[in-house]
């Protein structure tokens, strides 16, 4: 068993190794049918990477399933990728939303991406939203924030490169506010300090990094990455910090002080060898792990653990680094108040 699923491993990373390489040359035939049958293995080794249940003992959740604001402290729901809505009695906020969950093939074949506003208006729970935060510009946590924008009202606070590109994607200049790190915005009910953060690599590089490459932007990769962003979110009472992921560094400081909840993105080798680095540094009293889930499967299958995603090693960390932190999961559309 052990032996069959090493060579599964052993496939998957020789098929993310044939991505790397199949994408940088986009004008012979053969790549296009190279990526093709790399799209098909993907499929066939999602296998290994069930859901949430074997550790079902680290989900935390309400009793209640509640959208409604919480009386007192902040509650989260979990919708997927590296999505969440935090609210307060005074104050609700979304991070990264992503619903329209571009399939690989697509996102492979260079074919166009869009926003789908039937999965945007099914999947947000909430309609009243004071504003929407986003880490970096990437397609699974800018995409769909034009939609939901137009459905809310809500402001958008990103860096420059996220709001040119959502801004070409229709949301109102009058609802964009621009930030870099270590500015700090104020909100009716919250604060958002914004940090500096780096991208995961994957096989070395910053996927879709650079310059903007097209307005609006058509295809996944025009939804290029910018100024990788994290949050020191105060809210209801609490202090959260997020990030999409990243590359080890000294760039955090104790500073921050005490922080109830991170939420840390663990999709990528990078991120998960940051993990326990900020645990020492945050020393928070809860950690989530966060982008683990296979978002190129529509949320209706509900969690499904990524293919490049390792979670026993994130425990691993998680246990050789911390014995202060208490180390949870949530699932899709359970809301959970933080204590
Ligand atoms: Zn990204």
New binding site residues.
């Given amino acids: 068993m052990s032996k069959s699923r090493n060579q599964l491993e052993k496939s998957r990373d020789a098929t993310f190794g044939f991505i790397a390489r199949a994408t940088e040359s986009t004008t012979h035939r053969s790549v296009r049918l190279i990526k093709i049958l790399v799209v098909l293995g993907l499929g066939m080794t999602m296998e290994l990477h069930a859901g949430l249940q074997r550790y079902r003992d680290l989900i935390v959740a309400d009793q209640d399933v509640s959208f409604a604001p919480p009386k007192a402290g902040v509650r989260i729901t979990y919708l997927g990728t590296?999505a969440y809505l935090l609210q307060s009695r005074d104050a609700a906020l979304l991070i990264d939303p992503y619903f329209s969950r571009v399939s690989l093939f697509r996102v492979a074949l260079k074919l166009p991406v869009t926003s789908r506003r039937d999965l945007t208006e099914r999947y947000l729970p909430v309609r009243r939203i004071d504003a929407v935060l986003v880490?970096?510009?990437?397609f699974?946590?800018l995409l769909d924030v034009p939609q939901i924008i137009a459905l809310t009202g809500a402001r958008l606070i990103a860096s420059a490169i996220s709001i040119q590109l959502a801004l070409s994607a229709g949301v109102p200049p009058e609802k964009c506010v621009v930030v870099t790190a270590g500015e700090k915005v104020s909100l009716p009910g919250a604060t958002v300090s914004s940090l500096p953060a780096k991208?995961?690599r994957l096989f070395g590089r910053?996927?879709?990094d650079g310059p903007i490459r097209r307005l609006p932007p058509r295809v996944a990769g025009d939804w290029v990455?910018g100024e990788?962003l994290a949050f020191l979110i105060e809210i209801g009472g609490r202090r959260i910090y997020i990030a999409?992921?990243g590359r080890p560094d000294g760039a955090l400081s104790a500073s921050l002080g005490p922080i109830d909840l991170v939420i840390l993105?663990v999709?990528l080798p990078d991120s998960r060898r940051r993990f326990g680095q900020i645990l020492e540094q945050l020393r928070p009293r809860y950690v989530l792990p966060s982008?683990q889930d296979n978002f190129f499967l529509p949320l209706s299958r509900g969690f499904v653990f990524g293919p490049m995603t390792d979670f026993p090693a994130v425990l691993r960390t998680f246990r050789k680094a911390s014995n202060s932190s208490q180390l949870i999961l949530v699932d899709y559309f359970r809301p959970w108040t933080l204590p």
Avoid: E, M
């Fill in positions: 590296n880490t970096h510009g990437h699974d946590h991208h995961d910053v996927p879709f990455c990788p999409g992921g993105g999709a982008h």
